[in-house]
């Protein structure tokens, strides 16, 4: 793996000043990443925030934020989708900085960025189905619709059809 750089959260400011964090409150980061947004909120008070990341890979930032705020902020491997189940009680605010961080951007073995040459993968949280199985397996409509929806990509109805000759050729292994 190469080695993994900080993400820097942008509108960190904004979103700090949104939260109105005070003291005693209780606060969820919905997307931990490298822990931008939580450690903003927890040195602007003396507030309690609970982490929520899917990514295996951000548990040793976790770590270390753990040894610095101590029980001031606890991080819980999981969905933000599961949100209600992860986290039981009443909050005062959550902030979602949704989207993929640098980290994950910059980690060729990841398989999200096409700046590097790897294998396809694209899997947040490094189980289950990966970008390889999709692009492989997945039907022309399904492709197509992820293109459009997810891709935002103009083309989608020419590109879907061109996956499946290639792949019948040999299968689409990298990101390139
Ligand atoms: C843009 S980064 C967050 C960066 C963070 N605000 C910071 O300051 O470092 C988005 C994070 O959300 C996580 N993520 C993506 N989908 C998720 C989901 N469904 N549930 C929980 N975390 C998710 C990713 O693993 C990634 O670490």
Redesign the pocket.
């Known amino acids: 793996m190469t080695e993994p750089q900080?993400?820097?959260?942008v509108m960190?400011g904004q979103v700090i000043e949104a939260m109105s964090v005070k003291k005693g409150g209780v606060y969820v980061?919905?997307?931990?990443?490298?822990?931008?947004?939580?450690s903003a909120m927890l040195d602007k008070a003396d507030c309690k925030v609970i982490a929520?990341?899917?990514?295996a890979e951000?548990l040793g930032r976790a770590r270390e934020l753990k040894a610095k705020y101590g029980a001031r902020f606890e991080f819980k491997p999981?969905?933000?989708?599961n949100l209600k189940d992860l986290v039981a009680q009443r909050v005062d605010g959550v902030?979602f900085?949704?989207?993929?961080?640098s980290?994950?951007l910059d980690d060729a073995e990841r398989g999200f960025s096409f700046l590097h040459e790897a294998k396809l993968d694209m899997r947040?949280s490094q189980t289950g189905r990966s970008a390889y199985d999709v692009v492989n397996g997945a039907s022309e409509e399904t492709l197509a619709d992820i293109l459009y929806r997810f891709g935002e990509e103009k083309k989608y109805l020419q590109i879907a059809p061109r996956i499946l000759v290639r792949r019948a050729q040999k299968p689409i292994e990298t990101t390139t």
Do not use: E
């Open positions: 900080r993400h820097i959260p960190l980061d919905a997307t931990f990443g490298f822990g931008g947004y939580t929520i990341d899917r990514d951000v999981g969905r933000f989708s902030v900085d949704i989207g993929v961080s980290m994950q947040m």
